[in-house]
């Protein structure tokens, strides 16, 4: 397994003997990173990554093709790059394990799975190893899509009052969802699941040997709200079959954040090093634990969590109905006050996409002969445009649409292309689309009564400096950046730093351990007038293609999906 470290990564500030540490590890879509934390100030004192030796399984699975739209993982991933990455982290911080007091973890989500009343995931079962619903669904799993229409729709006919705390709809991302997937097309795996569970509290489960459901994944991605699930009622309307889902595969004392899940156990001692018995702290997840990293708990701080997707959130004193939100949770991000959550499907993804498939050759041996990554080539060559020079705009959908529609049967378009048009021009035109959609996403909170006072950018794509210049001036808001290149992972110290009782609670360890460096990019106003006029566009064709005015997405999908039955993919 390939396992990089970062020595230095606490800017200099070297690791004491005396001093106490806590371990935050981040997993990720392709990969889990690790950080060791001091706990007094937050210094990072060294960090280690490693990728998973599957990756994200959506093409085939043992030599069976996948349906489109589908995305899982192995399992065994999780567990072999916890046992790499930590003890790589903690050599590279130099310090003695014996310092350590403490881990805690983050995960994708919703990545969701079927296991066993020990834990024991389907897909590890003898004999199930080909069954692709025994297998973890990741985040951007969007083949459940049938399954969330049909769970909204029962919603609103039966006018539950927990649908508007999701802005009218469950994503097919979520737990209830893929669920029904299941047991919709492949019900004897559904029957062999004892529980359903996030991979947030799995790998707990794995840390301390016991089974815990932490308040985030439970209130954001499995519908848990004023104290329960849907009820048994609503889940038998979707099917009767279903109508023990919760009470059967969900139901567990839902922990708060920050809290201790329980102590590390000798078998995972021995896994990662660390010393049995250090405080574990509960599940969480990657974006939600971002926040305090970034130094600041209060209301109205708005973090974008930007990677291969975003997801945005903050924190609120009241409960307010945002259309289109993916969930208004007490306690979801810090315990004591509403956190909401908003999302992209596809950000990096997207740029991914592109640079793999609609580059001509001449840029790659551009950048090789430069000594730079193509990406960086593309974002300086884009840059040096000047906004609306391209006459393109695009929406932001190839991953399906998160927020405000949500809707993963959406996808993207690129409008205004002509023979002239070039791959710099595209490429720019994404960029702008998935800021214009964050825009969209800050102006629907402040329509709701959730005012957005500062926006913070965390993750792996604020190293893009043209990248974080146009959401300035898309935004017309300065950029404050989180002062970690691990946010998450931080975060997750942070967290495992109050459950080994260092600090009373998260907000007082965020004040003490996060960062974040204020206003870093600040909008232009000229090119924000420019921006303007494109923004109006581009909710022009949002809502065309987005609101029901033409389904043409949805029937070219589902044109593919006949052609793909009939066919090999």
Request: proline share 6%; hydrophobic share 40%.
């Amino acid at each position: 397994m390939d396992v990089s470290a970062n020595k230095g990564s606490g800017g200099g500030r070297r690791a004491g003997r005396g001093d106490a540490y806590v371990v935050g590890v981040d997993f990720g879509t392709l990969s889990a990173r690790a950080l060791v934390v001091r706990v007094s100030d937050g210094a990072e004192a060294g960090t280690a990554v490693s990728e998973y030796a599957h990756g994200v399984i959506d093409r085939e699975l043992h030599g069976r093709e996948l349906p489109p739209d589908w995305a899982l993982q192995d399992p065994g991933d999780y567990t072999a790059a916890l046992s790499a990455v930590v003890p790589a982290a903690i050599r590279d911080a130099g310090i003695d394990p014996s310092q350590v007091i403490g881990v805690a973890t983050d995960f994708t989500a919703s990545t969701c799975m079927p296991v066993l009343s020990a834990g024991t995931p389907l897909c590890q079962l003898p004999g199930l190893a080909g069954r692709p619903h025994a297998y973890p669904k990741l985040w951007k799993h969007h083949a459940a899509q049938p399954q969330a229409d049909r769970i909204n729709a029962a919603a609103h006919e039966r006018h539950e009052k927990w649908i508007n705390r999701y802005g009218g709809k469950i994503s097919s991302e979520w737990q209830f969802a893929k669920a029904l997937q299941v047991l919709d097309e492949d019900p004897e795996i559904y029957q062999r699941a004892e529980r359903w569970i996030e991979a947030a509290d799995w790998i707990i489960w794995q840390l301390c040997g016991t089974e815990t459901r932490n308040a985030c994944t439970a209130g954001y991605k499995g519908i848990f709200q004023d104290g329960q699930y849907p009820s048994r009622d609503y889940l038998a309307a979707l099917d009767p079959g279903f109508a023990s889902f919760a009470a059967d595969k969900l139901v567990h004392p839902i922990s708060p954040l920050g809290t201790l899940a329980g102590r590390l156990t000798p078998a995972a001692a021995a896994l990662t090093g660390l010393p049995e018995g250090i405080a574990v702290a509960v599940g969480n997840v990657d974006a939600h634990v971002t926040l305090p990293a970034a130094g600041s708990c209060a209301p109205g701080t708005m973090v974008a969590i930007m990677g291969t997707s975003t997801c945005h959130v903050m924190n609120g004193t009241e409960l307010a109905e945002v259309p289109g939100m993916c969930g208004a949770v007490d306690g979801g991000i810090v315990a004591g006050l509403w956190g909401y959550e908003a999302g992209q499907s596809g950000v990096g993804d997207i740029f991914a996409w592109f640079t793999r498939n609609g580059v001509p050759g001449e840029f790659a041996e551009q950048a090789r002969r430069r000594g730079v990554s193509l990406p960086q080539l593309l974002d300086e060559t884009a840059a040096a445009q000047p906004p609306g020079a391209s006459g393109l705009i695009a929406l932001d959908w190839e991953g399906g649409n998160r927020s405000v529609l949500v809707d993963a049967g959406l996808s993207g378009a690129i409008v205004g292309l002509t023979l002239a048009t070039t791959a710099p021009e595209i490429y720019r035109a994404l960029l702008e689309a998935t800021a214009f959609g964050t825009r969209l996403i800050i102006e629907t909170f402040n329509a709701s009564n959730v005012p957005v006072t500062e926006l913070v950018v965390a993750g792996g794509l604020i190293k893009s400096a043209p990248l974080m210049q146009i959401y300035a001036d898309v935004t017309r808001r300065p950029l404050s950046v989180i002062g970690s290149e691990q946010g998450p992972a931080l975060g997750s110290a942070i967290h495992a730093a109050v459950a080994a009782g260092a600090y009373p609670d998260v907000p007082v360890a965020s004040s003490a351990m996060g960062r974040v460096n204020r206003d870093v990019y600040r909008p232009d106003a000229a090119r924000a007038d420019v921006y303007d006029e494109l923004y109006a566009e581009y909710l022009r064709l949002h809502d065309y293609f987005g609101r029901g005015e033409n389904q043409v997405m949805h029937r070219l999908r589902a044109i593919r999906d006949r052609a793909l039955e009939g066919g090999s993919r």
